[in-house]
């Protein structure tokens, strides 16, 4: 419960930060999940997607499609300017070297951060093939888990840099 209170506090600071779709003319857009209004797709995306056919691409879908479109919005909601520093750090890079297992079939993405707090976000990415419907049901369970669980995870991935 003290998760969503905090995120209810830090989201109602937030500034409204209108998107001027006029601006996508003049600079690339780094917002790139379809939104009807201001993000369309070209062909060249149309025929990407419907090719998707392994663990790579799959990746690629990740990196360039939805998370770009995070680090965009986290730019915009931040108010930094493109190309600058601030907007740089904000793009998500692979973190591969942080899983425990070499040959695991998912991958970790993650916000670069300081030396003090080197990865403040990751992303965990499991290709669609390794997860089945099962699978699904059972990580959307509602559950609760302890702090020092979460804390426990971060360090072990973190101390291996």
Known sequence: ????ALTSEYLSKIKVSPIHTEKFAE????????SPGHVSYEDDDIRFFKSIDNEEQYM??????VLRTV???????????SGSAAASALQFVRASHLRPAHHARWDILAIPGTLERPYPFLVFFVPPSEFGVE?????SVEREVGIQTLYDFYSALTRTT
């Open 60 to 65: 690629v879908l990740m990196q360039d499609y």
């Open 135 to 139: 699978d699904i049901f059972d990580f």
């Open 27 to 34: 600079e690339e857009c780094f917002l790139r999940l379809a």
């Open 71 to 81: 680090s965009e919005s986290l730019r915009i909601i931040g108010g930094h300017a």
């Open 1 to 4: 419960m003290r998760f969503v």
